[in-house]
């Protein structure tokens, strides 16, 4: 008969988690807040809503005294977070020098087109190419730094809990027990110290004591 095994209840939420990190917590939120409104001005709509879906799950955390805040979501929230800062970082170690704008126009006939490319190198900031060309370059500044610091709470948070995410019982016991005799024993067969002593053995063929024939 099987028996179900009852599930453990999870880790309860650290004290300095709720009474600490909860406003480390409420400032990755507005961060990611402001993110998202300067994604929408840079003109990418699509990283906007994403940095919002990551405040939305930064409250869920939080909300309740971080009755949600589980050692699992903190560890993929923290892994996302350190991938997109890593990315982030490349872009703006990529333009930090300069960034590049280019116009296209296309001259010629039917017969004969020819597009012209102009490619132009402006400062990181410059006034004279607007308020979008400026506030992208912000963003590209602003994105690592609010990641590092989501990243950074979920470290934090994460540590403050005394049990591990990754630590698990050691199973192999029942698993590997009379395994010794696993070389001397077939399956299903029982072992030679299962055997009752008082069982009789089976015949063994061609022993026994010689006999004389009579003439």
Known sequence: ???????????????????????GW??????LIGLAMAQVVAGDAF???IFLVMAGFVVYLVQE???NMTMYCLFMLGLMASFQCFFDMLALV?????RETSVSSVQGTEDN???I?????????DKSMGQQYNTQSAVLLASPLVMSTLASMCYLSYNAFSESLFNQDDESGPIYEGWGQGSARTY???AAGDRSMNQPSPPRLFEGHGHRLSN
């Open 1 to 23: 008969m099987l028996v179900p095994l009852s599930a453990e209840p999870p880790p309860a939420i650290p004290e300095v988690v709720k009474t600490k990190h909860i406003y």
């Open 65 to 67: 005294a971080c009755k």
């Open 26 to 31: 409420y400032l990755v939120m507005l961060l």
């Open 188 to 190: 299903g067969a029982p």
């Open 94 to 98: 990529s333009v930090v020098g300069g």
């Open 113 to 115: 087109v020819t597009v």
């Open 47 to 49: 990283a906007g809503i």
């Open 117 to 125: 490319t102009r490619i132009t190198e402006h400062p990181f900031f």
